[in-house]
């Protein structure tokens, strides 16, 4: 059984902080790795995705992969009230569909 | 250009109800997808196309649920007949191509069914 585990939270983080949401998966084979942001009553948008060890950033997000741990995470810099949403986790090997963990809910508070 | 597109974006039912919903992927996308959201929980695959041909349908539960996909287009799900723990949003997504590391899927808006 592939599964991807997150901390359904919430996550409660002041205006203006750093966020850091977490994700470990179970299938050493997967190979892309992805954040989606869904606000609620909406479906999930992408917001990074990642394949490579290390650090990827852009803007205001960093996703980190360690494949060694099967661990992913997020980094959200100066978060803002409407960063907060419920952030999905979601694994796929090549061509097939995504593993998705049950989401962790994030609230930044004004 | 468009999104996915889906219809209807709410249903309501009954029990042992049939049900039917629709999707349009992007333009060129070969690859479609439908998950299943319940509520708190993220979105689980029911069905995977590559053009009109069934890649995973592995966790469709055949009993009640079918899906096709015509001419490697539009789709369709549909349940025959519903049970109270189908409630979920249906999400349908498509992608461009399979067979690639990075694979970015695009979703639609939903469809929210509440079976009563």
């Known amino acids: 059984q592939k599964e991807v585990e997150q901390n359904s939270g919430p996550l409660s983080v002041p205006e203006g902080a750093i966020a850091s949401l977490n994700c470990t998966y179970s299938d050493r084979g997967s190979q892309s790795f992805f954040w989606y942001r869904q606000y609620s009553g909406k479906s999930p948008e992408l917001i990074m995705f990642i394949y490579s060890n290390g650090d990827k950033e852009d803007g205001r997000f960093t996703a980190q992969l360690n494949k060694a741990s099967q661990y992913v995470s997020l980094l959200i810099r100066d978060s803002q009230p409407s960063d907060s949403a419920t952030y999905l986790c979601?694994?796929?090997?090549?061509?097939?569909?995504?593993?998705f963990g049950k989401g962790t809910t994030l609230s930044v508070s004004s | 250009e468009a999104g996915v597109a889906q219809s209807p974006r709410y249903k309501i039912i009954e029990k042992r109800q049939s049900v039917a919903f629709w999707c349009n992927p992007i333009s060129g996308h070969a690859t479609l997808y439908w998950y299943q959201q319940i509520l708190g929980q993220g979105p689980k695959l029911l069905i995977q196309f590559q053009n009109n041909g069934v890649v995973d349908d592995s966790q469709l539960p055949k009993d009640r649920f079918s899906a096709e996909r015509l001419k490697g287009v539009d789709s369709t799900l549909k349940i025959q007949p519903a049970k109270l723990e189908d409630s979920a949003v249906y999400l349908c997504?498509?992608?461009?191509?399979?067979?690639?590391?990075?694979?970015?899927?695009?979703f639609g808006p939903g469809t929210r069914l509440t079976v009563l």
């Open positions: 979601a694994v796929t090997q090549a061509g097939t569909a995504l593993i």
């Open positions: 997504a498509s992608s461009l191509r399979r067979g690639s590391s990075y694979n970015e899927q695009f």
